[in-house]
């Protein structure tokens, strides 16, 4: 008994300094003093610190199955308060939300804000924005590491025809920075190395040209196009682009870099969308062709904070993005440059956007075709590939993961 | 929220401990420049004002503060070849210069490295300064230049000399007495000049090869004096994440290598007490070493993602400053290396310095010396800050590194066997 005693007294998580004098047994006042009310019981006995497994494991499952019970009790007795109140007639008591991760992110003050003028001259600035500004044509050159695997050209080709105006070349024995030479020299914009381990891809580096920065990503969850049910098959038109939720200073950086691979062509054509979805830090990859049935328009004021913001539309020169979804206009109110954020994602198609001002919904069945993965970022190296001289902007290490509620791509602002 | 007890709670809550009252610049890619100022004993820093307009072809490459008592000057080197020279407590721009020597290069094809503006010079005069320029190709040129508010400036005397004609410098340090100017560079071995006779006085040599027989070719890429009296010691810090400390009068090896890390060092800065340093690398790990044994004391954890570009000690303060490629500036306390705040910036940043004449304490300005000579002092009473000497020291001795930010790309390192 005296052992879990000064098994909590070490604890000193309430700073319980009065239950230092009571030496070795238990005290029954150990609520005193302090703001939080838990049944003595708990208090008392923690399952955690009972040194036998077997009995640890009982009173643990114990303790499960009351919390269990109680909380069946609490559903219970508010569905019979909702009944009630609904049988008078009256409100019934509203519903306490759930906590989710999402709703207690921790605020992530590099958010980017839309009247932020810095960040606009800061992308005009950057490496991407000759591409973006329509200036030069991205041209992508993708290889592989070394070692080639079973999967790996599957999903080259399949890549290959994602990305337009991409080429493939066979690895070889080249050294990386040789590569980068002399895709330099060739004129391509970017550089993109699938990297495989275990016979399977499972890392995916992008270097933007001529001096990008390097981007390594983790690549999880690879479906290939002939695994996806129904899938469709991509015609070779541009494709329009979707990038969600990369609202902080990063996942912005990272945003544009991954629409440097893709041509800026504001009149969609074709109805071929890739998206890169980002949420807490895995960034999706999805690839469909839709087809419009109707479309209803509601009136919504712009609300939230936008990833690519209308005002920028505003502004005399195109400086962001915007390559982003049409839904279902006639060519007549087409606009030039549209805006659109994805409100809500769903399996069958996307539901609703927000175009300019207005909310718009409609029906959209589509067809996945395609590659579906999952991207997460590494590391974000400035300049180009150097893993010994090269330095980094953005490293993930474990002293950042101090809360569950932090991420850095992103940061719900609806 | 309360927490079950025994339960984790589910928000780590840190609370920074405040800052002590600072008063710091930064400069970044888009040639802005920022001040950050806390105030208070456990104040918070923030961003009070920014300078500039965001240019990226005005892009900061290196600067330099003098923060003496009267007239302090704070210069700074843009990457087209522009130095200006602006005033530390508004902004204002005393002079701008077009500091390439042959107008014929192409401005970007040699962008400046290094700058420094000399303390020593100015006590005599306030109308002109002194500023030691470097270019990546190894040109480092003396200039005096005169600080008036009119117009254009006058470079009175020109001295310049090539500092390494092969190899690109990147590094540089001038030391305390500001007699000696070491540089040193990709391919360039550290050697240390006699600023009067702008003569080589030393060479360091590499290192033996390691028993593997690897050798790593001469890159470095931070150095700094080890203390402000002495110029014979210094440490380098190398793009091969190695920590050399050379004494000129012991030998042209280095006297002490030590290795941190894995990515390149990219600053390095003393303590005052000169047996400590700073080491700040690529990927973001900020660290202490004793120099006397070589020993790790700490490395400073607080989140830092990007590459550190540049560390600034506080002359009195106990505080050091870091900033770099993830645009924070986080201002660290020096004993407990504990993160005391960080302050996002939006940019990449280049440069930190601190400007060591910094209180907050309301004092009616009569009570300084200098009224006769700013006026302009007196009606800061919107700029709360008053300028009252710190410390008695009259050169108050700054610590900064300026790295050379260039948007070219580095030179491949050569390969290893």
Redesign the interface.
Known sequence: MGGKRKGRESKGLEGEEDNMADGGYRSSNSNSGHGNVDSNAKRQLLPSMIKNKEKRSAVHAKLKHQKKLEKRKKIKARDAAEKRALELGEEPPSRKIPRTIENTRELDETICKPDDDELFAGNDADEFSSILKQEQTPKVLITTCRFNSTRGPAFITELLSVIPNAHYYKRGTFDLKKIVEYAKKRDFTSLIVVHTNRREPDGLIIIGLPDGPTAHFKLSRLVLRKDIKNHGNPTSHEPELVLNNFTTRLGHRIARLLQSLFRVEPNFRGRRVVTFHNQRDFIFFRHHRYIFETKEVKQADLEGEVAKVSKAEKKSQEKTIVRLQQFGFPPATRPKYGIVEVLMWQKDGLQSALIGQEKHQFQMPNKECGPRFTLKLISLQHGTFDSKGGEYEWVHKPEMDTSRRRFFFERRGL | E?????TMP???A?ESPGCPPIRAFTFD??G?VKVIESRGKQGTPKVVDRWG????SKCIVAASIDDCKFHPLLAVARKGGQIELLNPLNGDLHVAINAVDNPAMEPQEHPFVGLHLFKKLRMDSCRSCTLLTCTGKGQASIRTVEVSPADSASLASHKSWIVSAAGDISCYKVDGSENYALFGGKGVEVNIWDLDQCSKIWTAKPPPKNSLGIFSPT?FTSVTFLSKDDHRKFVAGT??HQVRLYDISAQRRPVMSLDFR???I?AVAEDEDGNTIYVGN???DLASFDIRTGKLLGCF???C???IRSIARHPELPVLASCG???YLRIWDVKSRQLLSAV?L???LTATVFDSNFTDEVNPPSNEEQDAIEIQRDEEAMVPVKRKKASKDSEGHKKQKAKKKS????G??A?EP
């Open positions: 309360k927490n079950k007890a025994g589910r928000t780590i840190v890619v888009l802005l307009e965001p240019d990226s890159w793009n091969n894995e990515t390149p990219k690529g990927s973001g954890i607080g989140k993602s990007g590459s490629l993830d645009s996002f939006k940019q990449h948007k070219k790309i580095k491949h390192v390969e």
